[in-house]
Structure formats: C-alpha cells, structure tokens
C-alpha cells in the first residue's frame, strides 16, 4: 500500500472517529436537555403535559443508530450527481404516491356507501403497504443525498473549517412533535416552550390550551412545526422539495449557531430568540435555493418580488380585491400591543377573537389567536412587513446587517458572535 493511500486511510478513520463522537456527544446533550428543573411556571405547566410529552432522548439514540447504520451501506456514493438528484425526486415522488393512497383509504372507510370497509380496501391496503415499503428502502438513500448536498454547499459558500463543515449536515424525517407555547396573558412573549407528541388532535390541544388558561391564567397554544434543531435534526415528512432543502437548511443553520455564541444565548432573551429564529430563516432560503440552482436547476422557484426602494418611482397601489394576511395580521398584532400596555386584558382577547373570525372568513381558517399564537410567530421575522411581529424592531435589524455582507458566509461569522440585541444594533449602525 502506497504511503498516500495509507495517509488516506488514517485520515478516513480519524474522522469517522471523530464523527461519532460528535454525534454521541449531541445525543448525551439532548438527554440531559429533556431533564426539566422543578418550580415556577414550568412545573406547573408540566402537571398537564408530562404524559404527553415528547421523549428526544429515545428519539436521538434510535436517529443516530439509523445515521450509523446508513453510514455503513453508503449506497449513495456509487450513484453519479446526476443519478443522485433523481433518486431524491424518486423519493419525493414516492412520498406522494403513499400521501394520496392514505387519504383514499381514509375516505373509503368514511364513505357510508360501503357496507364492508375492510373486504372493500383490501386491494388498496396492500397497494399501500408495498408503496410504503418502497418508501422506506429510498428514505435513507434520499436523506444521505440531500446531507452531502447541503454540506457542498456549505462548504461552496465558505463556512467550512479547515475543510470541513462544521457540524456535519445530519437530518431525519420523523413524526415532529408539536410544540406549546406559553405566554402571560398581560405580554406577548414566549416565557416557555415544550415539545409534545405528535398525535394530539384539535380537542386535545383545545382542553390542554383551556386548562392552562383557567388554571394558571396564562395564554397557550399548541402549534404544528416543520422541523427541529436537534441533532441529527428532525424533518417533517413531504414531497415538496423546495420546503423540505429549506427546512433542512434552516435547522442546519440552528445548528450552527449552537455552537457560537448568538445559539447559546438562545433562550436569554426574547430578542436573541427572535435574532436566532430570523437568521436561520435567511440563511435557510439562501442555503435552499442554492442547493436547487445546483443540482435541481428545474424546481427552482422564481425570485421573490423586492419591495419598492427608489423614492423617484410611485409605489404600486394594493389592489382593495385582495386580502393581504400580513398587512392584517400585523394591524392585529398593533392594535392587540396598544390595548396590553394599556392594561386591557379582557379588551384585547375579545379583539382577537373578533379578528379570528375576520381571518377565517377571508380563507385563514386559524384555531386560535392569542397572545402565544404572537409570541411563537413573531419570532420569524425574515420577511418585510412585520405580519405578526408587528413594529417588533428586531427581524428588521437582522435584515439590515444581511445586507451588509456580500456574502452569507460573512454575515454568518459575524451575527454568530452577538450575544445580545444591543450589540446587534451597534453593529447595523457601524
């Protein structure tokens, strides 16, 4: 054996060495993550939600065993670019295919028509069952694929260290937990957060979201999320690819920031959690779209229209026939911060159910609009307009330092460093 493959080897060994310890390391920091300390607001939170509560811990162990188990076939890399991407979309397509033949068996089963259910789906159960097999045999391959995309581009954007991206790109689609929210009645602000399974339906999350209500007079909402920064990070299952290279993107950037100083201070404020939400969600749609200009050129969305800056040329009016969400949404979110800071409780959740209504009425059918629906959206404050952020300064100020750097790598390095809103807006002013 010649002396660089040796070095080739050595260097392979190290690093899968090293790689495992990475991945061993986050499992043991999300399990001592999930232990929650007793008193205050937490606990008696978790009085109404210990039994539903979401277990990362077994979640970890069993998604980094399956990343080791995927690691060891390495099917993937005998596959060309080209042959690569399509067996993503393969997989996409696949995720569809079982998607719809799930909603035909649910409607077979509800149809009135059909006396016998059972005898009626057989054929279609066992449609379903080799479509989901299928499914299960491209999941691995498809994932592995769409980590080392994401990891070239990374490391094509210049955020790599030392050759290596730092952590590694790891994802796994999964069931995601859904997530309640916790804020006083009196603010909109997130004072807590935890993760639930993900099979509670609309009356449960109704009673639960109640009984915090009337029992601890706080405002809670249950919420449906995409993905999560755990590590490997959990991904939702869907067919469409330019969500699915975003989200993974996105959670890959949370990652990221967890190991700088912005992710630690996670949880220190509202405002670092907004900062924190906010890049992500750029870096995320930069990341995303660049992983579809590569290797799938034809899903690339068209670019998003910019707002209106030369001060020589009229602004277009809005057309009065179109409902614009954002713009009502964020009236909403004005008017519901006037009436709390003027102490209006009561005041301010009877408008929100009178602009729930209004929002249902014009296709928005939302469950619930609180001071915690608020508190959970407003944090994603990447798009101008403010929507539920309202005049929250905060995704403004992350916005303008974006556009200072050239490129994501540097505005990445850079907001990685700021610990505290202050700093951030030193930093835009500089």
Do not use: C
């Not at 649910?106 to 989901?132: F, H, K, N, T, W």
């Not at 944090?379 to 539920?388: E, Q």
């Amino acid at each position: 054996m010649s002396r660089n493959l040796k070095r080739f080897h050595w260097m392979r060994t190290v690093w899968r060495v090293l790689r495992n310890l990475i991945l061993m390391s986050g499992a043991i920091f999300l399990l001592g993550g999930s232990i929650v300390p007793p008193g205050g607001l937490t606990s008696q939170v978790r009085v109404f939600t210990r039994p539903i509560e979401f277990d990362f811990g077994t979640w970890t162990l069993k998604a980094v065993g399956a990343k080791l188990s995927g690691w060891g076939l390495s099917l993937a890399h005998f596959l060309s670019p080209e042959s690569q991407s399509k067996l993503v979309l393969d997989y996409l397509e696949q995720v569809q295919k079982v998607q719809v033949l799930n909603t035909e068996l649910v409607l077979l089963y509800a149809d009135p028509a059909i006396g016998d259910p059972d005898s009626a789906s057989q054929s279609l159960r066992e449609e379903l069952r080799q479509a989901q097999e299928r499914l299960e045999s491209l999941a691995p391959l498809a994932e592995a694929i769409l980590q080392t995309q994401l990891m070239d581009i990374i490391h094509q954007s210049g955020l790599a260290v030392l050759g290596q991206v730092i952590p590694p790109s790891l994802y796994q689609v999964s069931d995601v937990p859904q997530s309640l929210v916790i804020s006083p009645r009196t603010e909109i602000v997130q004072s807590l957060e935890i993760s639930l399974l993900p099979v509670l339906n609309a009356e449960g999350m109704d009673q639960l979201e109640t009984e915090i209500f009337q029992k601890l007079d706080q405002s809670a909402l249950v919420v449906p999320i995409g993905g999560i920064g755990t590590y490997p990070t959990m991904i939702m299952q869907t067919a469409d690819l330019v969500w699915l290279t975003e989200v993974i993107a996105h959670e890959w950037v949370h990652n990221f920031l967890t190991l700088h100083p912005l992710g630690i201070n996670y949880d220190t404020t509202p405002e670092l959690r907004t900062i924190n939400e906010t890049t992500a969600s750029l870096a995320g749609k930069e990341l995303g779209r660049m992983i579809l200009e590569k290797y799938y050129p034809e899903h690339v969305p068209p670019e998003p229209e910019s707002p209106q800056t030369d001060p020589a040329l009229p602004n277009p009016e809005p057309d009065p026939d179109t409902f614009d969400f954002r713009a009502e949404m964020r009236i909403t979110r004005e008017e519901v911060d006037r009436l709390l800071a003027e102490g209006k409780v009561e005041a301010a959740e009877a408008y929100l159910e009178t602009r729930r209504e209004f929002f249902w009425g014009n296709g928005y059918p939302i469950r619930k609009l609180n001071q915690a629906y608020f508190a959970f959206h407003g944090a994603y404050n990447d798009t101008p307009g403010g929507g539920a952020s309202g005049e929250d300064p905060v995704g403004p100020a992350v916005r303008a330092f974006r556009a200072q750097f050239d490129t994501l790598a540097g505005f990445l390095t850079a907001i990685s460093r700021v610990d505290s809103f202050s700093e951030l807006l030193a930093l835009v002013d500089e």
